[in-house]
């Protein structure tokens, strides 16, 4: 299927991206999954990065501690153009960070529970679960009063600042599930244990509230817009039975995917470092023709670097605390259905971060943009998942299958898997034409939100219903890649194995 002058076959599911910087680039992709020219395009234009940072380096040497340089380039098989950098796209650094190679979107990632549900427990009751979803998610159910101790415990050290600073008492809302589910017991199956460290909380001032009274903020809990959403599904078929076995996963049993970041708190800390770098840039030196800018991490701008990872922690901890919510509610609206369910967390990881590691002996910075990462079982000693390798979380299009994988830990991608199916279509293009088609979908997939499409006073409001099919048509199947040869890509390059096929019964979206 490619054919791209710019791209060599190595062999079936690898791609070299040829570039005149002789840099590792390689593109995971078969033959079955579609390749985008402006993706490429936008890649290639990335990588004239290496002249920023040779130029930045000689004209301030005092910025590094360390010759900079771009170490590997790994792409995923849902590589599709972005905002100057693609989604799918892994970047290890030597010296410096790149900010915008994570996007606004910090941390943005996947966090999925299995339950003790059936889906036949569930699916003659989807009318009632849909008005239980529709009124915490969107119709004022949500309740989470926090003090501003919890929210700066929360910034500054994560899930374990908010288990730390929360009482046992306060059960208000949302936190007697919290306490129910015993969170602080389930954070050796979050990464990291959704608890980065930082010193101080940068520019949240004001949203962290009162310092003598609970308050309620609109961010915590949210879904996002975009292709974000908290998905009920059932695991439809086991692909591997001795990992399926090991992490809880049965035929027929509901899950609840989550799938969204840290929403208008990391798209602060994100814009505000897209203004930084562009003001350390060296004045002698015109602004890259790409637009892409990096923040050296020499002792000379040791000050701006650390202020910078204060305040990607501190967005990456919200949005961790953020899924945790989000499940949360999914847990409340099941339990007005189905009564007591048991809801364990398989796990939760990002997909838009970055990552300190040790390369050949040395240490670089890993950038994930859209792609998860997919250790194998040695690296993730001392966790649960030290006898298989790391959950994987690969969400097909929407009303489409999604699923489960086990990480293989394959240095070519470093440690990379995709992170959904990949979009084939821009948003404005997937709303020309395919009229029929998506009338077909929205007649068999059952989606909650903030507009109740049941109402016949709101089916009488054309502009509303107008409105909110668009934002839905933006996401729908026909704009994404299939889900198929994507697994297909990841599965036969080693880089992560299938566990298990989950199918959507019901999704909200923001």
Request: glycine share 10%.
């Amino acid at each position: 299927m490619v054919h791209d002058p710019r791209l060599t076959r190595l062999d079936a599911t690898r791609l070299r991206v040829n570039n005149g910087y002789g840099l590792d680039v390689v593109l995971f992709a078969n033959e079955q999954v579609p390749v985008e020219g402006g993706a490429v395009t936008e890649l290639l234009e990335l990588l004239d990065l290496q002249k920023t940072v040779e130029q930045v380096a000689e004209v301030s040497p005092h910025s590094f501690n360390e010759t900079p340089t771009i170490k590997q380039v790994a792409i995923t098989p849902d590589f599709h153009k972005a905002r100057g950098i693609p989604v799918g796209t892994v970047l290890a650094t030597k010296g410096f960070v790149v900010p915008q190679a994570i996007g606004n979107d910090i941390n943005c990632g996947m966090r999925l529970h299995t339950t003790s549900l059936q889906a036949d427990q569930i699916t003659d009751n989807l009318d009632e679960l849909e008005t239980a979803c529709r009124r915490i998610y969107f119709e004022g159910g949500r309740n989470i009063p926090m003090s501003r101790n919890q929210r700066e415990a929360l910034f500054k050290n994560g899930l374990t600042g908010l288990v730390d600073s929360t009482p046992r008492n306060q059960t208000e809302g949302l936190w007697s599930l919290f306490h129910e589910q015993d969170i602080g017991g389930t954070l050796d199956h979050v990464e990291q244990h959704g608890s980065l460290k930082a010193e101080r909380v940068f520019g949240l001032n004001d949203f962290m509230g009162p310092s003598d009274r609970l308050s309620r903020d609109s961010q915590i809990g949210s879904i996002g817009g975009g292709n974000h959403f908290v998905e009920i599904q059932r695991v439809e078929k086991i692909l591997d039975s001795v990992v399926a076995h090991t992490w809880g996963l049965k035929p027929g049993m509901v899950t609840v995917m989550v799938h969204t970041g840290s929403v208008s708190i990391g798209h602060l800390c994100g814009g505000y470092y897209r203004d930084v770098v562009r003001q350390i840039h060296p004045t002698m030196l015109k602004h890259p023709d790409n637009g892409i800018f990096i923040l050296p991490q020499g002792e000379a701008q040791q000050e701006t670097s650390a202020l910078f990872w204060d305040a990607l922690n501190n967005a990456a901890n919200f949005a961790f605390a953020n899924r945790l919510f989000l499940a949360l509610m999914a847990l409340d609206s099941l339990q007005k259905v189905a009564g007591d369910v048991e809801f364990p967390l398989l796990y939760d990881a990002p997909h838009n971060l970055l990552w300190k590691e040790e390369q050949d002996g040395e240490e670089v910075i890993i950038h994930r943009k859209g792609a998860c990462p997919a250790r194998g079982f040695e690296a993730m000693a001392n966790t649960p998942f030290a006898y298989q390798g790391e959950p994987v979380l690969v969400p097909g299009s929407m009303g489409a299958s999604s699923y489960i994988l086990v990480g293989q830990g394959h240095t070519g991608s470093l440690c990379s898997a995709s992170h959904g199916a990949g979009r084939t279509l821009s948003r404005g293009d997937a709303l020309k034409g395919h009229d029929e088609e998506f009338r077909k979908f929205m007649e068999t997939f059952r989606v909650v939100t903030p507009t109740d499409l049941r109402r016949q006073d709101v089916r009488q409001r054309q502009d509303i219903v107008s409105k909110k099919l668009e934002e839905i048509k933006q996401e729908a199947p026909y704009a994404y890649k299939g889900i198929g040869p994507i697994v297909e890509t990841l599965t036969a390059a080693g880089i992560a194995r299938p566990v298990a096929e989950v199918k959507p019964l019901m999704t909200i979206k923001g």
